[in-house]
């Protein structure tokens, strides 16, 4: 159930909490729905991801940044474990040196 939350410059801003099990698809309707409805900016966080709609977004539009910053986040995670294990191996690599 979404509920009103806090006043930023002027404007009013909802956030939505998805229930657990609810598909993106669904989460982004729903947002998209309320920001259209009540003409203003829906908040909501999805698996990790803080999202905002406002009432000039589509569906379509929310869920195309949901799985662009999605995409940003696994990257980063590939990156930080790629850099993980070549420090692992430099630090075998000094360790059989000694």
Wanted: net charge neutral; aromatic share 8%; hydrophobic share 40%.
């Amino acid at each position: 159930m979404p509920c009103i939350k806090f006043q930023v410059c002027g404007k009013w801003s909802i956030t939505l909490k998805p229930l657990p099990g609810t598909h993106i698809e669904k989460a982004c309707v729903d947002a998209v729905l309320l920001a259209t409805t009540l003409c203003v900016n829906v908040k909501f966080r999805f698996n990790g991801i803080d999202m905002e709609v406002d009432p000039r977004d589509s569906s379509g539009s929310a869920m195309s940044r949901y799985d662009n910053l999605i995409s940003a986040a696994q990257e980063k995670y590939r990156r930080e474990e790629e850099a993980a294990k070549t420090v692992d191996i430099a630090d075998a690599f000094c360790w059989n040196a000694r």
